[in-house]
C-alpha cells in the first residue's frame, strides 16, 4: 500500500522533473492571450524540428487540399526549407499553451501566382491556413475563431498590412464558410495557373477568392439602441 508521504513525493518528483517545453526558447513574432482561449504564439517555422508535426498533418485526409497528400517526410522538410530561403514566403508555426495547433503561411501577392488573378493593391498581404487535428478532447468549439483572430491581428496590425487575400480551393467549402463567419468578403472565383519549376510545382487550382481590409477586420460593434 502507498502511503500519504509516499504519494506526495511521487507527486513532487514528477512535477519537477516534467519535460521543459520545447517551443519555450524560440522566440515568437507574436504573442497574444485569446479571452477563454489561452496564449497564442507564432513562431517562424523550423523545418528541421518542425517537420514531424508538419507532415502528420499535411498528410491526413482532412488536409487534402494543403496539396502534400502522399508526401514523405523529407520532401515536407525540402519544401519548408525552400520556403526559408524566400524573403516573399513565411511559414509559421501557431501554439496555443506551448501546444502546436496551426500551420499558417504569409506571401507576398505580387511574387505569387494570384497576382495572375486579381489586382493586387499596395498593403496585400496574402496568407493560407492550415488548422491543426483535434486533441483527445474531440471537437474544439471556437478554436479557429480565436487562432484567426490572433493571426488577423499580427498580419494586419503586427505587419502593417492593408488587407488579406486568401485562395481557398472552391471545393473547400468547410474552409470557405468560417472565413466568412470570420468577415472576409468573398471575392471571384479563379484558376490560378500551373506552376512548374525546378524547385516549385504547383498544378492548375480553382480557387474561391476572399478579402479581409483592416477597417472590416477591426470595426467597432456596435450593439442595438
Known amino acids: 500500500m502507498t502511503t500519504t508521504s509516499e504519494s506526495t513525493e511521487s507527486t513532487e518528483l514528477t512535477e519537477s522533473t516534467a519535460l521543459p517545453d520545447p517551443y519555450a526558447a524560440r522566440e515568437a513574432v507574436h504573442e497574444q492571450v485569446v479571452d477563454g482561449f489561452g496564449t497564442v504564439r507564432f513562431l517562424p517555422l523550423d523545418p528541421r524540428t518542425d517537420t514531424d508535426v508538419v507532415h502528420r ?5 482532412r488536409a487534402s487540399f494543403w496539396g502534400m497528400n502522399g508526401l514523405t517526410k523529407e520532401q515536407v522538410q525540402e519544401i519548408y526549407a525552400h520556403m526559408d530561403t524566400l524573403d516573399t514566403h513565411h511559414a509559421l508555426l501557431a501554439l496555443r499553451d506551448g501546444v502546436p495547433v496551426a500551420l499558417f503561411q504569409t506571401y507576398e501577392p505580387e511574387a505569387d501566382r494570384v497576382s495572375e488573378c486579381y489586382d493586387v493593391q499596395p498593403g496585400d498581404i496574402g496568407v493560407h491556413v492550415l ?4 486533441g483527445q478532447e474531440g471537437g474544439r ?4 475563431s480565436a487562432l ?4 488577423t491581428a499580427y498580419v494586419l496590425l503586427g505587419l502593417d498590412r492593408q488587407r488579406i487575400v ?3 480551393d472552391e471545393r473547400n467549402e468547410k474552409a470557405i464558410a468560417r472565413l466568412l463567419r470570420q468577415g472576409f468578403e468573398a471575392g471571384p472565383r479563379v484558376v490560378l495557373p500551373e506552376i512548374d ?5 504547383l498544378p492548375e487550382k480553382r480557387a ?3 478579402f479581409l ?3 472590416r477586420a477591426f470595426a467597432p460593434v456596435t450593439c442595438p439602441g
Open 57 to 61: 498533418w499535411v498528410s491526413e485526409e
Open 131 to 134: 488548422l491543426g487535428p483535434p
Open 141 to 144: 468549439h471556437g478554436w479557429s
Open 148 to 151: 484567426l483572430t490572433a493571426f
Open 166 to 168: 486568401v485562395d481557398p
Open 197 to 201: 519549376l525546378p524547385d516549385v510545382y
Open 208 to 210: 474561391q477568392l476572399a
Open 213 to 215: 481590409t483592416r477597417e
